[in-house]
Structures are given as structure tokens and as C-alpha cells.
């Protein structure tokens, strides 16, 4: 079985600070990791994924994720924060034997100015 | 542009109403999703699609029902039978299965409530 551990339902920041979202997986096979973007009443947006090729996974609007396999942890990172960065984001993992994928329950983050 | 485009936007129930949920996409993609999303809870899982004509039902099926019939389609019932119905409701395609790690490309949503 797989889960998806999103530490803090809602995290704010500053303006210019960094952002750290949390996440950690359970999976008994290697996953597949992902990070989605959710504005209000919209669908979600893929941020970047991990597929294996690094550990270090850079995505769309300036934000990084690293797997940590030791830690079973795929944490979300932006050197420092824009408004328009406020959204909820969703941390998901897909492992074979599993067709789709599972979410973590999200971080509403938000930026002050 | 290609995409997942899911109507109606807002959607009402009446006590005892089957409501159906549209989800289209031109992505040329096998596999195709339906989740609910409840404040706090993130996704669920409703049912999902692989290829035409075959469907499996997710975590939270009871109460819906799904088709697949062409492969750009995989319209969501809401039966009388799921009693508390009132959620966001997102669908999504991917490439895939998820076995190959593709991602999901999601619709905007149908926000359905209860009358």
C-alpha cells in the first residue's frame, strides 16, 4: 500500500522568504512522485515530477523538489515567495500495481506582503 | 490547444436526481480519471479508465457510475444512492497508466451541490 503524509495544513510565508512544503510517501516499491498546484476553483497544475532520473527535480514557476529516499521524503522548495504563489499544493506518488495515483490531503500556503 | 474540458462548471441536485458530469479531452490519452475533492481530505479516488470499453472502480465508488465508450469521453453519474454528493469533482487523463509514471492532466472542475 502507498500513502502520502503532507505535514501542515496551511503554511504562510513572506513575501521573498523560502517556501518549504512537506511530504512524505510510503510506498514498498520505488514511487513515482509528484507536485500539483491548485488556484481556487481551477483544476491541478503539474509543478514537477520524479521518475528515478534525479534526485533533484526542478519544475515550473521556480520551484524544486528533492527525493530523499532515506527520509521517504519529497519536500517542495522555492527560494523566496511571490503573492502569486498563493494556492493549495498537493503532493501525490504512484508505484506499480497501483493505476492511479494518491494524494496527499494538501497545503494551503499563503504569502504575505 | 488540447485539454480536458469538464461541464458543467456548477451543478445542482435535487433530492432522489441522477446528475450526469461531462469530461471530454483531445489529448489522445488512454487512461482517464474522475476524483472528488472535500475541503481538507485532498483527492479521492472515484473511478478510472484504462482503455475503451473498461473501467475500475476506485476508492469511493459507491453511488457513482461511469462509461467509456469512445476513448475522449468518460462521463461521471452521480446516482440517488450517494447521499452526500456535494464536492468538487475533477477529472483527469493521462498518456498511460500510471504504471509508467505519466502525469495527469486535469479539468477545471464541476462543483456540484445539493437543492
Known amino acids: 500500500a502507498q500513502s502520502v503524509t503532507q505535514l501542515g495544513s496551511h503554511v504562510s510565508v513572506s513575501e521573498g522568504a523560502l517556501v518549504l512544503l512537506r511530504c512524505n510517501y510510503s510506498?514498498?516499491?520505488?514511487?513515482?512522485l509528484f507536485w500539483y498546484v491548485q488556484y481556487p476553483n481551477q483544476g491541478l497544475q503539474l509543478l514537477l515530477k520524479?521518475?528515478?532520473?534525479?534526485?533533484l527535480v526542478k519544475g515550473i514557476n521556480g520551484f524544486e523538489a528533492e527525493f530523499k529516499k532515506s527520509e521517504t521524503s519529497f519536500h517542495l522548495t522555492k527560494p523566496s515567495a511571490h503573492m502569486s504563489d498563493a494556492a493549495e499544493y498537493f503532493c501525490?506518488?504512484?508505484?506499480?500495481?497501483?493505476?492511479?495515483?494518491?494524494f496527499g490531503s494538501g497545503t494551503r500556503l499563503q504569502v504575505q506582503p | 490547444d488540447g485539454g480536458i474540458t469538464q461541464s458543467p462548471k456548477y451543478l445542482f441536485r435535487k433530492e432522489g436526481q441522477n446528475v450526469t458530469l461531462s469530461c471530454e479531452q483531445n489529448?489522445?490519452?488512454?487512461?482517464m480519471y474522475w476524483y472528488r475533492q472535500d475541503p481538507g481530505q485532498g483527492l479521492r479516488l472515484i473511478y478510472y479508465?484504462?482503455?475503451?470499453?473498461?473501467?475500475q472502480k476506485g476508492d469511493i465508488a459507491e453511488g457513482y457510475s461511469v462509461s467509456r465508450e469512445k476513448k475522449e469521453s468518460f462521463p461521471l453519474t452521480v446516482t440517488s444512492a450517494q447521499k452526500n454528493p456535494t464536492a468538487f469533482y475533477l477529472c483527469?487523463?493521462?498518456?498511460?497508466?500510471?504504471?509508467?509514471?505519466?502525469?495527469?492532466?486535469f479539468g477545471d472542475g464541476t462543483r456540484l451541490s445539493i437543492l
Open positions: 483527469a487523463s493521462s498518456l498511460q497508466g500510471q504504471r509508467t509514471g505519466q502525469p495527469q492532466h
Open positions: 520524479y521518475t528515478s532520473a534525479a534526485t
Open positions: 489529448l489522445n490519452h488512454d487512461a
Open positions: 510506498s514498498s516499491v520505488p514511487p513515482y
Open positions: 501525490a506518488v504512484s508505484a506499480t500495481g497501483r493505476r492511479a495515483l494518491t
Open positions: 479508465s484504462q482503455i475503451v470499453n473498461d473501467f
